[in-house]
């Protein structure tokens, strides 16, 4: 059955400014709307009509003598305009972007002058201007002289002026108007600072936008919008800010604008689904937390044999000291002789050091590694032949854990010791922990030790040649391997998260490692500089001498230094960053958004020059066995991904910066519109690639790469991306078939004591994003398509039979896709932050309506008093059905099993229903597990996915969590 969808008429040569009033517009140019608005008319070139109608630009002599003679007294300390209005000029290319907008200068707005002027902290600009229109001016009548050698140096010195003037300039603060402000701004300064009369909007990142209103409101916020605009968990440039809580916000309000109601209940689902994998990875995140603080208590008390402490455990700040009797017990629970059997070391082995805690740090690290090697080797031969050991699995999931907590209790105990951390052999031992802990993406305390190893090694002076000076060589070459090992971990979390690095690439001068020297590369300046034209090619003696893991070592490193350079020279670069850049205007951003994308193509080159040198990598991926061990298959095929997931993070990452530079980022360039059908098609191959891997384990070894790849591509970071097709459908459905038999796996085989696995939580959480993320995905093709899930289901059996049970598996919410979100859900829902403001809002709004009597609902007034006194919400509705009685958010704080849906008789007195209303609280209070009471890190309840369908309403989510404190959505 198809959906029906209304259809409007479009003016095809429409203006930005029209199309944003979603008004009619002229196609003249200026139009007459912007003319009324005193606004400039901007056309997107992709947009002018090819048949002669559209009037032609005014030349910019012409236009700037208009502008200047329609209001000869404007001045920039009065305002001048919102927006920029400098007159581009024709034939110069050096200001041009992919898809470059015509504008028309046109008089400023006395009004907007004026109601804007007082909030504006920066002097007036109007010389600047003038010096601007000055060499415009003259570049134009140059041009328009006949081309001869004195013509063009003339028109270089002009130019070389304009960009000297350009370079130098920034908006001056007018420190007398900014330290007389009175009374004191609500907002902070640098929200008020952001106040300027170019732009009424700033994208701090893709999904957070400032607006003028927030420096001018003095008005109640949403929640949302008292915390800082930034995620402090996102960050600025994560390309995962669409997971973000603004990212979701875009996510719900895309649905409640363009979803048909025949689609509505899976956009439900989805959204639901969503919500409890965020809260499942906060979960994760307090979990790791904890567990690093106080790792032997915090075993102990998982497992029962420690009485639960009264106040909630923190973070130490002092050295600990350790227990022995805790460490006895701990040790004693590793399962002998596996743990012999896969690491070399007995009990007794371990007791007989107890005394020395630097030495247990060592062999708690040794034992790490190692076990996770064998347990690699283990998952990979079970995951190729039917599954008969599962004893031997539930050992490697216990001792996981075990080992883990072990390691955490020496680093703390360690860690203390400053002397004696700050030594390569200290550094020797902790490195091989970082390198387990990434890989099994234990983030918390990946973040942590990393912070330290950073620190340490920087103190110690491996990053610096002088360091090096007087020692034998041995020891030099160490120190070297250490250090670039910290290099490549940090530069990998960059990759992954988007934050800031921990390591200045402008004071790192030691040497590379030898691989690199043998190549010509002697240090990571030299690198940086040579990579481009180097003449290397796979065949040169230099790389063709390399093994294949020490090749994936230099591939790895060589990404990390082009990377780290990147963060340093475009993401983080103060020129792109600064806050005066924000307020600048468009003509000086528009460059240096010129600027960002070609530090991104020069990016570019630097990788497919790595690709080029790492060719054997990749040819060995798309090998079979027995061709290639299947250690060098999974290796090579992790590089590839890896290759692949660098390339998607960083379009990912600046596509955040581009939007602070541009004015609207829904109105792509050109160059974006090539990234993202670039994007499409690289995900297109990757789906190829995965599909065809020798086993399971393999695309489980590359989904912590393919995840971040297949969720860009979900959430549409770069909008316009193409439209999705039945082929991309069949290899999507094909590469997730390769891991549901992992699925199934956990699913039958994990008991609850290993739930605390962290190889376990790792793949359910990947594979659980990367099933929302084409569950998204096949809606789009839905809605794309106007046919429902019946129909969709249908088409694809037509085409590949085989397929069709497992799409059906994505509509259907007691999938076994989706038993790891939806198994534990009286434990989980929504954290204490979107607690808070549940209860913030509701507070805020419903106490005001208590106090004017505007609330006429006595069950949303009975809602309200339990919400105000602390007390946990209770649902009333009447006898209606579950749709046409919406479940309020304030609701969706009850928790325990009890359905929200009551039907009380119409005729039920006050007194009794009181009395039913508090039967039902006492059994939701009865109902709430025991770690949900008071503590900071509370879970509360979201409710069932039935619940959240039948009776949540979108709209009051999206109401009460954002509180239309985002912008457009682009998802």
Known sequence: MKAKKSTRSKVSTACINCRKRKIKCTGKHPCTNCISYNCTCVFLRKYLSLDGDTTQPLPAATAAAALSSSNPDTDSSTGVHRRDTMIKLNNQDYFELMNEPIQTPVSPNPAIVANNNDYIFFKGDSSYQAQLTTYQNILTNLYSLPPSTDIQLLINKTKAQLDNLINNWGPEIDYPKLSNLSPPPQKSIETCLLMNKYRSKIYMTRFSVWTDQMAKSQGPDSFLATLPLVDEVFGLFSPLQAFSLRGIGYLIKKHLDNVPSLMLVDSKETI???????DLCYEHLIEGCVSIANPLESYLQRKKELPTPVTPVTLSTSPPSLNNDLVICVISKLPQPFIQTITGFTTAQLLANLHDP???????????????????EFLNQEFS???????????????????????????????????DINTLDYLEILVPLLEVQNEINDHYGFEKM???????????????????????????????????????????????????????????????????????????????????????????????????????????????????????ETLYNEKFTSLKTSVKPTFIRQKLLRQVFDNVESFRGKLTKIKYHTSKVFQIAQSSYPEHSRNDLIEAAIFASFYNNTWFSILGAVNNLIARLSEDPEVMTDQSLKYANEMFQDWKKTNEFLAKVDT?????????????????????????????????????????????????????????????????????????????????????????????????????????????????????????????????????????????????????????????????????????????????????????????????LSSLLNSGEVPYTQDVPGNTSNDSLQQQQASQQAKRQQSMPSQMNNTENNIYNLGTLEEFVNSGDLTDLYHTLWNDNVSDPFL
């Open 358 to 376: 630097f030495t247990m740090f060592r062999i708690f690290t040794q034992m790490c590694s190692l076990h996770r090697k064998r347990f690699k």
């Open 696 to 888: 399971d384990f393999t695309v489980w070894s590359c989904l912590d790469s393919y995840e971040l790849i297949f969720f860009l591509m979900a959430s549409k970071v770069y909008a316009q991306s193409p439209r999705i097709t039945l082929d991309d459908v069949i290899s999507t459905l094909k590469v997730f078939k390769r891991i549901t038999k992992i699925i199934f796996f956990f699913n039958n085989n994990i008991d609850e004591k290993d739930f605390d696995c962290q190889t376990f939580k790792e793949f359910s959480r990947s594979s659980s994003l990367i099933a929302i993320s084409i569950r998204i995905i096949f809606i789009r093709y839905c809605y794309a398509e106007k046919i429902d899930r019946t129909e969709f289901i249908e088409r694809l059996k037509k085409v590949e039979p085989d397929l069709s049970n497992l799409l059906k598996e994505f509509f259907d919410n007691r999938s076994f896709i989706y038993k790891y979100m939806l198994k534990s859900i009286e434990k989980s829902g929504f954290h204490l932050t979107i607690r808070q403001m549940l209860e913030s809002d509701y507070k805020i709004s419903y106490r005001d309506k208590l106090t004017t009597g505007n609330i006429s609902d006595q069950g949303v007034l009975n809602r309200t008093a339990h919400l105000y006194d602390g007390t946990t919400p209770v649902c009333n509705n009447s006898s209606t059905s579950p749709v046409s009685s919406p479940l309020k």
């Open 385 to 419: 032949l039917p599954f008969q050991n599962r004893d031997m699995f539930s050992s490697f999931c216990s001792s996981e854990y075990l080992l883990s907590t072990l390691c955490y209790a020496y680093y703390n105990v360690t860690l203390y010791h400053m002397i």
């Open 450 to 568: 990393l912070e330290v190893a950073v620190t340490c090694s920087t103190k110690v002076g491996l990053s610096r040649w002088e360091y090096y000076v007087g020692i034998d060589e041995t020891t030099a070459e160490r120190r070297r391997t250490v250090w670039w090992k910290i290099y490549c971990l940090e530069k990998c979390h960059l990759i992954d998260l988007g934050d800031p690095s921990l390591i200045n690439e402008h004071q790192m001068s030691c040497l590379l490692p030898k691989d690199f020297r043998d190549m010509g590369f002697i240090d990571h300046k030299e690198f940086l500089t040579k990579l481009g034209t180097s003449p290397l090619s796979p065949s040169s003696p230099e790389l063709k001498k390399l093994s294949l893991t020490r090749l994936i070592g230099y591939g790895r490193l060589a990404i990390a230094q082009i990377v780290g350079e990147f963060f340093s």
């Open 272 to 278: 639901y689904l969503i919500l409890r994998l965020f």
